[in-house]
């Protein structure tokens, strides 16, 4: 991938699948598997346009709009669209290379895809977000579709921005359809599609821990560290509260929340009141200065919580944004006890992090083995209940929130499950060493995609 030298987030995610591959026995099983990873690493089309739009002063203002249509071998393109300054080409392509990977893993038939603006929802007023919605859709309407291309929500992009997005393109369209996922749920939604990818990374962590302990531990009296305070984080936070955890930190753009002291626990109340200052697109610093927030948090500016959480540290799921545990801060998690990393961002952890916990998946003498979920892996929950969405919509149904949730919960041990037995099989560890959930993960994703590919003649 050297001809793409201003791509970093999209090398990197390409360099983390290839090495996987290399490091396995695949390629020495069956090499022609080699030239299906040069074929899936090219979109199969990326679509670019210009977003004109009219703020509330009357002023033209200009964004660029993407979608990234990476793969299509297991079904239409599915995943979301992030509205916020950072994006960019690389990372949209970094996203929905991940993303085709994470689809084959939830086991529904869904291809790999990504879009969004560089577009600011905050700051703006609803009327400005709904104008920049309505330009945004009329270009994009022509390029997606039930049985074509199914985007969703992402960082930036909330109900009320599908809702915007969704009434444009019925209204250009003059037809209804799920085109989109995470609608509202009297017009299409499935119910959990909000708390989805939380819930899931949650369960994919039950199951590590599980594992692990041969069935004798649970979430029940471990100290949790959460990163974020978006919606993954919340509803992660509230499972793990739900199943007897201890959330002991949350985090946004601008610093992180840590519990004072080594006892205690964010209570649900508390996540609640930050998802709703997070609904008026506020920071989480102005609570931290609350009589009710101060006495039991502590607010650092500018900073991550995994290095400034007092005592033990059971289970860190990294739930904010891409690249947020550098390689000394996976030291840190480890040093302060933690066993099981699961990412509910995509590619939560820098190579260096994910080498570090690699490293540790032996007993190192006086310490317990580290579990590592990739995100590709661990925060596929919310791709997969919208998966769900699309099958409701095609029925013209709606399931119970009981049943949603049996299925996610299915979906995710699956998840864990496929990734386990695909290490065992593709990645001899020594002896004493775990099997790598990662390796695992992009392994068992990739060779289901690759042989459907092969199917269609897209290589051979």
């Not at 919605?133 to 930036?156: N, Q, R, Y």
């Not at 190192?364 to 699309?390: C, D, H, R």
């Not at 004493?432 to 392994?443: D, R, T, Y």
């Amino acid at each position: 991938m050297s001809n793409l030298p201003v791509e970093p987030e999209f090398e990197q995610a390409y360099k983390e699948l290839a090495s996987t591959l290399e490091n396995s026995t695949l390629f020495q099983k069956k090499p022609e598997y080699r030239k299906a990873l040069q074929v899936v690493s090219v979109p199969e089309r990326i679509v670019q346009f210009r977003v004109v739009w009219e703020d509330d002063k009357g002023q033209v203002q200009i964004n660029r709009g993407f979608r990234v249509q990476f793969n299509s071998a297991l079904g239409p393109y599915k995943g979301g669209l992030r509205f916020h300054p950072s994006v960019n080409l690389s990372i949209l392509k970094f996203l929905g290379f991940e993303q085709i990977f994470k689809n084959a893993l939830t086991g529904l038939n869904m291809g790999g895809g990504k879009g969004g603006s560089d577009f600011d929802p905050k700051g703006k007023s609803d009327n400005e977000i709904r104008r920049f919605c309505v330009s945004f859709m009329t270009e994009l309407c022509k390029h997606i579709g039930a049985d074509t291309d199914v985007p969703a929500g992402d960082i930036g992009v909330t109900g009320r921005e599908v809702g915007f997005m969704f009434g444009q393109y019925k209204k250009i369209r003059n037809q209804w359809e799920g085109v989109l996922t995470g609608k509202g749920g009297s017009w299409g939604g499935s119910l959990i599609r909000p708390e989805a990818t939380g819930y899931g990374v949650v369960y994919y962590t039950e199951h590590m821990i599980k594992h692990a302990s041969g069935g004798k531990e649970s979430f029940a009296g471990k100290r949790v560290a959460i990163s974020g305070s978006g919606n993954v984080a919340q509803y992660a936070a509230l499972k793990v509260i739900e199943l007897g955890g201890s959330v002991i930190s949350l985090s946004d753009s601008q610093g992180a929340l840590v519990l004072v002291g080594e006892e205690g626990s964010f209570t649900p109340e508390e996540i609640n009141t930050i998802a709703a200052i997070k609904v008026e697109r506020k920071q989480i610093s102005e609570l931290a200065s609350t009589s009710a927030f101060a006495s039991k948090f502590k607010y650092i500016a500018g900073a991550r919580p995994w290095t400034n959480i007092a005592g033990r540290i059971d289970v860190a799921l990294p739930s904010a944004t891409q690249n947020e545990v550098s390689g000394d801060e996976a030291k840190a998690l480890i040093a302060a006890g933690c066993k099981f990393i699961a990412e509910g961002s995509n590619m939560g952890s820098t190579q260096e992090a994910i080498d570090v916990f690699e490293a540790h998946r032996d007993a190192n003498p006086g310490a317990a083995a580290i579990w590592y979920a990739p995100g590709k892996a661990a925060n596929a929950g919310g791709v997969a209940v919208s998966g769900l969405e699309m099958a409701q919509n095609s029925a013209r149904v709606n399931w119970t929130r009981e049943e949603v949730d049996s299925r996610l919960k299915n979906i995710m041990e699956d998840c864990f499950n496929n990734g386990l037995a695909t290490a065992k099989e593709y990645v001899t560890p020594a002896e004493g060493v775990l099997p790598s959930l990662v390796a695992g993960s992009n392994i068992a994703g990739f060779t289901k995609v690759a042989e459907a590919m092969k199917d269609h003649g897209d290589w051979w």
